[in-house]
C-alpha cells in the first residue's frame, strides 16, 4: 500500500524543500483547505434543499437558507479571513475588493470564484471554488488596494481549485509542479493522490459550447472543423466533451489531455470568464503542468489587468492543440 499524505503533511514537506519559506505560505494554503471542507459540507447536501428548504426561504431551524453560491463566499471570506493572513480579497460574487474579518498583518492577497458552474448545483453535476494568490505590492497592509489585487497573472504565489464531484479533489501550484488531493471523508482530510500532475502535449478531447455556433466567429469555427476531421496521426477526430463547469472541463482536460475553448464571440468580444477569478489561476497550474493557457493571442499570464472583473476569451489545455487553436485564431491556417 502506498503511504499515506495528508495535504497538511505534504505542505510542510514541501516548505522543508525551500529553506528561505517562512511558512506563511503554507498557512494560507492550509486556510483555502479548511474553507473548502465547510464548502463541501454544503454542496454535497445540495439536493436536499426542498426538504430542508429552498434558498430565499426560513429553514426549519428559523435560519435564512442563502444560495449555494452566496453561502460559499461568505465561508471562505469568514473561515480563511479571521486568521489575518490576508490583507484584501476579491471574490466573483462581490462587486469590489473585500476587507477580511482580520486584516492587519496580512501579506498577500486572495482572488476566488467560491463557486463556479453554479448553475450545475440543482442538476448534480460537478461545481469547483478556484482560489488565485498574490504578494502585496508593498510592506504595509493597511495601505493595500485594488493595485495589489490588479497583478498579472505571473505574480501570482499560489493557485489552485477545488472539484466537487465523485469525489472531491483539491489541486494547487505554487509554482513548483502540480498536485491534486482526494478528500477522504471518513477521516476528513484532503490525501495526496497525484502527485506531479503532467498534461499530454496533445489531447483527444476538445470542450467548447457549440451551441453559441451562430455567435462563433470563422476562425474558430475553422478551428472545430479540424478537430472533426479524420487524421489518425494527430489522432482526430478529437470527442466533444463540455461540462458547462470550467472547474469540471478544466479538471478532465488536464488529467486526460485536450483543449477547453470559450473564445470571442461576435456578441462577447473579451468571451465569458473572468480573468482574475478564474482564467489566471487555471492558467498558472496549466502552465505547470506543461501545458498553455492564451486569450488567443496573447499568454494569459502576461496580460495587464485593468480591472477586477475583467472578461478574457480563454484557450486552455495540452501545449499543441491550444497552438493549434492560436494558429487558426491568428489566421495562420
Ligand atoms: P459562472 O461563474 O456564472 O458559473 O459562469 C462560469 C461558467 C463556467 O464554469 C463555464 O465554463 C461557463 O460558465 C459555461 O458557459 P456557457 O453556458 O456559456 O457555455
Ligand atoms: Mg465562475
Redesign the pocket.
Known amino acids: 500500500m502506498k503511504k499515506l499524505i495528508t495535504i497538511e503533511r505534504h505542505f510542510a514537506e514541501e516548505q522543508k524543500l525551500h529553506p528561505q519559506a517562512t511558512g506563511e505560505l503554507t498557512d494560507l494554503l492550509y486556510d483555502v483547505a479548511f474553507a473548502a471542507k465547510l464548502v463541501r459540507r454544503e454542496v454535497v447536501r445540495a439536493g436536499l434543499a426542498d426538504i430542508l428548504g429552498m434558498a430565499g426561504t426560513t429553514n426549519v431551524q428559523g435560519e435564512e437558507v442563502k444560495k449555494l453560491d452566496l453561502f460559499a463566499n461568505e465561508k471562505i471570506i469568514n473561515a480563511i479571513g479571521q486568521h489575518g493572513r490576508f490583507a484584501l480579497m476579491g471574490s466573483?460574487e462581490n462587486e469590489g475588493t473585500i476587507i477580511p474579518p482580520k486584516n492587519e498583518n496580512g501579506r498577500y492577497v486572495l482572488l476566488f470564484?467560491p463557486l463556479?458552474?453554479?448553475?450545475n448545483i440543482d442538476v448534480n453535476v460537478s461545481v469547483g471554488t478556484i482560489f488565485s494568490i498574490y504578494r502585496l505590492t508593498g510592506d504595509d497592509p493597511r495601505k493595500a488596494d485594488i493595485k495589489d489585487c490588479l497583478q498579472k497573472g505571473s505574480e501570482q504565489v499560489a493557485a489552485g481549485y477545488v472539484i466537487y464531484g465523485s469525489s472531491v479533489m483539491m489541486v494547487y501550484t505554487t509554482g513548483h509542479g502540480v498536485h491534486g488531493f482526494t478528500y477522504d471523508p471518513t477521516i476528513g482530510e484532503f490525501l495526496l493522490s497525484h502527485e506531479n500532475i503532467t498534461i499530454p502535449a496533445r489531447g483527444k478531447y476538445y470542450s467548447i459550447?457549440e451551441g453559441?455556433r451562430k455567435q462563433l466567429h470563422d476562425s474558430t469555427l475553422a478551428f472545430i472543423g479540424w478537430l472533426k476531421e479524420e487524421d489518425a496521426e494527430t489522432g482526430r477526430p478529437y470527442s466533444t466533451r463540455y461540462i458547462?463547469?470550467?472547474?469540471a472541463?478544466f479538471h478532465r482536460n488536464l488529467l486526460t489531455g485536450g483543449v477547453f475553448v470559450?473564445p470571442a464571440t461576435k456578441t462577447h468580444r473579451n468571451g465569458?470568464?473572468r480573468l482574475m477569478y478564474e482564467a489566471n489561476p487555471l492558467a498558472f497550474i496549466c502552465e505547470q503542468a506543461g501545458g498553455r493557457a492564451t486569450d488567443g493571442k496573447q499568454r494569459i499570464l502576461d496580460i495587464d489587468p485593468s480591472e477586477l472583473h475583467q472578461r478574457t476569451p480563454l484557450y486552455i489545455g495540452s501545449r499543441d492543440d491550444v497552438m493549434t487553436a492560436e494558429a487558426f485564431e491568428q489566421g495562420e491556417r
Open positions: 466573483e470564484d463556479d458552474g453554479s448553475s459550447n453559441s458547462g463547469s470550467l472547474v472541463d470559450y465569458k470568464l
